[in-house]
């Protein structure tokens, strides 16, 4: 497998203080099946969708910090060398939260946050090369930055990556795309007073379904909350959800859109 490029979504996990609990909602909402947990690796469990490896879950860190810490997911970003990029988001004004750790011979990890407030990771491949599978049923679909400093944001994952951006034409919403090549990788979305302020600016992983609305009626019925939608789009039918521990999530049904496809400057 050829080495994805830098600023890629390769990998998503997420820490839960009930990883059984995580599993059934999540095997029963995007019919997702898991591993054996290695404990060697503070029990990091992966999930598999028709085999093929999608994301992961974990139990939190030991300790105070570990158990006070929300659940949440957590997107990587491809990087051929995950220290160089440490120093590209402390000398931007982010911060490296947790790194660069080698985790076996899997890869080496980062985490850092922009500078308003957005926590992502880093992946420079070993043998774990990320997502066996992405934009079909049950798998990573896209991913968004809410944040509430826009221009904070525009200007640091470009500077750390390789990205250029693209803003949506409609003046009426403030909507970016980062791009690798000719390729969207990411979305760009400012937190508006919607928010509750206790919300943090976060990265929101969109997952791929079947149907949405389903997904929706799974979702809600295991305890998860619907925060938005179903709502139609030309890039598909999507709902956002906050599963039962807390952390955020979207579905998406890629083949129902509507209306015309945006465009991009």
């Not at 590209?88 to 947790?98: F, L, T, Y």
Request: charged share 20%; proline share 8%; with cysteine.
């Amino acid at each position: 497998m050829a080495a994805l490029p830098e600023g890629t979504p390769c990998w998503v996990d997420a820490m839960f203080k009930d990883v059984e609990g995580a599993k059934h909602f999540y095997g029963e909402v995007l019919g997702w099946t898991f591993g054996e947990a290695a404990s060697e690796f503070g029990n990091y469990t992966q999930a598999y969708s028709g085999g093929k490896a999608v994301a992961a879950v974990v139990p939190p860190m030991p300790g105070p910090e570990g158990q006070e810490a929300p659940s949440a997911w957590m997107l990587y970003l491809a990087s051929p060398d995950a220290a160089a990029a440490a120093g590209k988001i402390r000398d931007n004004g982010g911060e490296v939260v947790m790194g660069p750790m080698q985790i076996g011979d899997f890869g080496t990890m980062v985490i850092g946050r922009d500078p308003s407030g957005v926590l992502f990771g880093v992946w420079q491949a070993g043998t774990h090369k990320g997502f066996e599978k992405q934009g079909e049923t049950g798998s990573f679909a896209w991913a968004e930055v809410f944040t509430r400093d826009v221009a904070k944001t525009d200007a640091f994952f470009p500077a750390v990556f390789p990205y250029t951006a693209k803003k949506m034409a409609d003046e009426q919403m403030d909507y970016k795309t980062f791009h690798i090549g000719g390729e969207s990788v990411m979305g760009r979305m400012p937190m508006t007073g919607e928010f509750p302020p206790e919300i943090p600016p976060y990265i929101q992983v969109y997952f791929t379904v079947d149907n949405c609305d389903i997904a929706v009626e799974k979702s809600t019925k295991l305890g998860g909350k619907l925060v938005f939608g179903p709502m139609d789009s030309p890039f598909g039918r999507f709902a956002a959800v906050v599963d039962p521990q807390g952390a955020a999530f979207a579905v998406i049904d890629p083949k129902t859109t509507a209306g015309e496809v945006p465009e991009f400057m």
